[in-house]
């Protein structure tokens, strides 16, 4: 199996302080600057699983500057460089407590609540009579609230979102406004890779000088869900299942192994095999989402790459 990076600890020049998320470790330059670090960890049900996934953190890195460069045009986000396969700089930005998740399709989470009856998700309405997998007749706005370290992110409707005074009102305009712009480009962006993009989560924060920016990751398939477009009608009408390209492969197989991330339950054993399969599926996703060649950056010493890389920027 190839080295992996599951945890880093590096210690930078003015560095204030850092953060560990699910996936992404974040170090604060001079209260002016962000180093995210992609690892290969692989979260499910906002749960950590225990081995990393091989140049899982370089794809997720990689795809989302890549999209964040094919959006600037629209909507303003927060990158300024990446110094290493693994690694993208950018604006320190206080981020919006909320995530704004947009679905074109009954899939995922909304069809799970779907299939038990809801139909309201977020305090949005959802049309009687569909099917898992089925397009909505316009995409769906369902915000969830930013979970702290170790916590489930939850639904919440936009209503709320107001009342609680979570975001302002004239803020969340512009969150939905850049979500819609976001999600319609990614859509075109899919379409000619010959991919539905079905649903993803965008992240805003807001620059010193008080300006909105897209943050974090974009389009990768831990945010957002896509089926192969070549045969999605038939398999509609034969009531198949969709073509997948995202981590659903990763929590299927979770659920098939008893596992939900519900308490009490055990995290089943991935084995060499499993996890070689998920980083060659996350490789064929990365070729797919973007059009290109995936190249494996040198992973003999993952951390001393990375250090190098990051100095060096630095400086």
């Known amino acids: 199996m190839s080295n992996t990076i599951t945890d880093t600890n590096f210690n930078f020049p003015n560095q204030e302080s850092l953060y560990k998320g ?3 470790e974040v170090y604060n330059i001079n209260n002016d600057q962000l180093i995210m670090i992609a690892t290969d960890r692989l979260s499910a049900f906002d749960v950590i ?3 990393g996934i091989p140049y899982k953190g370089q794809i997720l890195n990689q795809i989302a500057t890549k999209m964040m460069d094919a959006t600037k045009d629209i909507v303003p986000n927060w990158l300024l460089a990446t110094p290493d396969p693994n690694v993208a700089v950018g604006y320190l930005c206080e981020p ?3 995530e704004m998740v947009i679905r074109g399709y009954l899939s995922g989470h909304a069809a799970r609540k779907y299939k038990i009856g809801k139909r309201t998700l977020c305090g ?5 009579g569909m099917k898992e997998n089925d397009k909505f007749p316009t995409p769906i706005i369902t915000p969830s609230t ?3 370290q170790g916590d489930h992110d939850e639904d919440i409707s936009r209503e709320d979102i107001l009342k609680k005074g979570i975001v302002s009102e004239e803020d969340y305009l512009i969150l939905e406004e850049y979500t819609r712009a976001l999600f319609k480009r ?3 962006i899919a379409a000619e890779r010959g991919l539905i993009l079905v649903d993803t989560k965008y992240e805003f924060g807001k620059t010193k000088e008080g300006k909105i920016v897209l943050i974090d990751e974009i389009h990768t398939p831990d945010s957002s869900r896509y089926f192969y477009a ?5 398999r509609q009408e034969k009531g198949e299942a969709q073509k997948q390209l995202s981590k659903e492969f990763v929590r299927q197989w979770l659920i098939e192994n008893g596992f939900q991330g519900k308490e009490g339950q055990q995290i089943p054993e991935m084995d060499e095999a499993y996890i070689n399969s998920v980083s060659e599926r996350y490789i064929e996703l990365y070729e797919n989402i973007t059009g290109e060649k995936f190249i494996k950056a040198d992973v003999e010493n993952i951390q001393a790459r990375i250090e190098e890389n990051v100095l060096n920027y630095l400086k």
Do not use: N, W
Request: no cysteine; charged share 40%; glycine share 8%.
């Open 22 to 24: 699910k996936v992404r």
């Open 49 to 51: 699983m225990p081995k």
């Open 96 to 98: 919006f407590k909320v």
């Open 124 to 128: 949005v309405a959802m049309p009687e």
């Open 146 to 148: 930013k979970a702290d």
């Open 186 to 188: 990614g859509s075109e």
């Open 230 to 234: 070549d045969g999605y009608e038939t």
